[in-house]
């Protein structure tokens, strides 16, 4: 089992920054791969950044490739997700997730956080 608490989000305006984290706790973080996902009002969950369990390797969506980071600290059990140049289509309910396997999939990812919520205003 994997306990995923997530902390930052909040309000920003159009070209702003903001960073959210996410604490695990149970298992060995290092064994997982850490996934980012969010849902926007009305639409799906969709994939936002994944990074392997070493760190090395990350990929993004289209929509974000060059605007988030996305990183992790397995000495911390922590994972990150630095947003900037933000848009207001940006706004939406942002996830992490950990799993066993190397992919952008939902469905393939076990442990979810809470949730927490990001306001991009024009």
């Known amino acids: 089992q994997v306990q995923l608490v997530q902390s930052g989000g909040g309000l920003v305006q159009a070209g702003g920054s903001l960073r959210i984290s996410c604490a695990a706790s149970g298992r060995t973080f290092s064994n997982y791969y850490m996934g980012w996902f969010r849902q926007a009002p009305g639409k799906e969950r969709e994939f936002v950044a994944r990074i392997s369990r070493g760190g090395s390797t990350t990929y993004y969506a289209d929509s974000v490739k060059g605007r988030f980071t996305i990183s992790r600290d397995n000495a911390k059990n922590t994972v990150a997700l630095q947003m900037n140049s933000l848009k207001p289509e940006d706004t939406a309910i942002y996830y992490c997730?950990?799993?066993?396997?190397?992919?952008?999939?939902?469905?393939?990812?076990?442990?979810w956080g809470q949730g927490t919520q990001v306001t991009v205003s024009s």
């Open positions: 997730a950990a799993g066993t396997t190397n992919t952008g999939l939902i469905s393939s990812y076990t442990y």
